[in-house]
């Protein structure tokens, strides 16, 4: 994805010309216009976010958003790594003022690399010690629980894994799904590699390898359960609700198992969301995260239909999902989870 900027100084009588120039550059250089309710970065007033979250979510924030306050905000939309990386290679000049993500390894790797403004106090107030990182060098926004989709045609309840870990043993070979390349699965395994230490997360990764079948996302996994090509998968919880929440077509034949009892199959992940150092709109980019993180933008979770979990300000979840207290998760600091390990490891596996 190309780095783009905006100029500071202008000629007033050139106004409507730099305006049109402005997106036609933006074109030019891969990206995508503004989306309806933001602006291109030229008011001083405005905001950009790199959004590696849904873009749906993000731009119901951003709309609410910039009808409470009046700022304006752009979104360049990528994945947690790619932005991540670009942000790293970017460093002091980056054109972004918040770095939004769907998990939390990319937001550590952003951190390690000190790019990161510490979160303003309310953000701090707003969100539980347990869904941000001890750092305070970002926050979540939101989580998503991992769980096991399975085929309630061919399994039962007593017959399902009573732990993550044990899907690495011969008696699953062929018989579930993962995909191993998504930041999902990866922050998963971040979690696993905290939790269980390097030597038995090697040992998973290689029975892993053994015994699964590869699919490109957490939705053609679920759909390959449902098409009873496998008889489960390890996805996040929210992929299952929407498309309940649709048709159903492509979950019909799925039901969801919740590992609990603090197992790294119990894993909630967490969304962040930080403020750039670099940021010349430090005030604006927290207010931004203010408002993701408050009542207003937490409701967003709870009533939209992204299915998935609010972790601020006191919001409950759809009541449609399993309670954030009843999942029983395992405790994990977001700023311990090493993305660039776990590359390491499911590479040496055969995984990537």
Same mark, same amino acid.
């Given at each position: 994805m190309s780095t783009w900027f905006t100029k500071k100084t202008f000629s007033k009588t050139s106004l409507a010309a730099l305006a049109g120039a402005s997106v036609l550059a933006l074109a030019a250089c891969g990206g995508s216009p503004a989306p309806a309710g933001s602006s291109a970065a030229g008011s001083e007033q405005g905001i950009t976010v790199y959004n590696a979250q849904h873009e749906s979510l993000t731009q119901a924030w951003v709309d609410e958003f910039t009808k409470e306050t009046g700022i /304006?905000?752009?979104?360049?939309?990528?994945?947690?790594?790619?932005?991540?990386n670009q942000i790293i290679a970017e460093g002091d000049k980056s054109p972004a003022d918040v770095f939004l993500t769907e998990n939390s390894p990319a937001m550590t790797q952003v951190e390690n690399a000190g790019l990161f403004a510490d #979160?303003? *106090? /309310?953000?701090?107030?707003?969100?539980?010690?347990?869904?941000?990182?001890? #750092? !305070?060098k970002w926050t979540g926004i939101a989580a998503r629980s991992t769980v096991f989709a399975y085929d309630k045609t061919k399994l039962k309840e007593d017959q399902l894994p009573k732990s993550l870990m044990d899907l690495q043993n011969p008696d699953w070979k062929g018989r579930w799904a993962a995909s191993p390349s998504g930041a999902d699965f990866q922050a998963i395994v971040s979690a696993m590699l905290e939790l269980e230490g390097e030597d038995a997360t090697s040992a998973w990764l290689k029975g892993m390898k053994e015994n699964s079948k590869a699919y490109e996302g !957490?939705? #053609?996994?679920? /759909? $390959?359960? !449902? $098409?009873?090509?496998?008889?489960?998968?390890?996805? %996040? =919880? %929210? %992929?299952?609700? @929407?498309?309940? $929440?649709? #048709? @159903?077509?492509?979950? /019909?034949?799925?039901?969801? =198992? %919740?590992? *609990? !009892?603090?197992?790294?199959? $119990?894993?909630?992940?967490?969304? @962040?969301?930080?403020v750039l150092a670099s940021s010349k709109h430090q005030d604006n980019a927290q207010k931004f995260l203010e408002f993701v993180t408050g009542k207003a933008g937490q409701t967003v979770l709870q009533t939209g239909g992204s299915f998935e979990y609010p972790v601020g300000s006191d919001v409950a979840a759809n009541d449609q999902l399993v309670p954030l207290k009843d999942l029983d998760a395992p405790k994990v600091d977001p700023a311990t989870l090493n993305s660039a390990k776990v590359t390491d490891l499911m590479t040496q596996a055969g995984l990537l």
């Open positions: /304006k905000v752009t979104l360049r939309q990528g994945s947690d790594l790619e932005l991540s #979160t303003s *106090k /309310k953000i701090q107030e707003q969100v539980p010690a347990e869904y941000r990182p001890s #750092t !305070n !957490n939705s #053609t996994a679920m /759909k $390959a359960v !449902n $098409a009873g090509e496998v008889e489960g998968a390890v996805i %996040y =919880h %929210y %992929y299952w609700f @929407g498309d309940q $929440a649709k #048709t @159903g077509e492509n979950s /019909k034949n799925v039901a969801l =198992h %919740y590992f *609990k !009892n603090q197992d790294p199959g $119990a894993f909630v992940s967490i969304s @962040g969301g930080g």
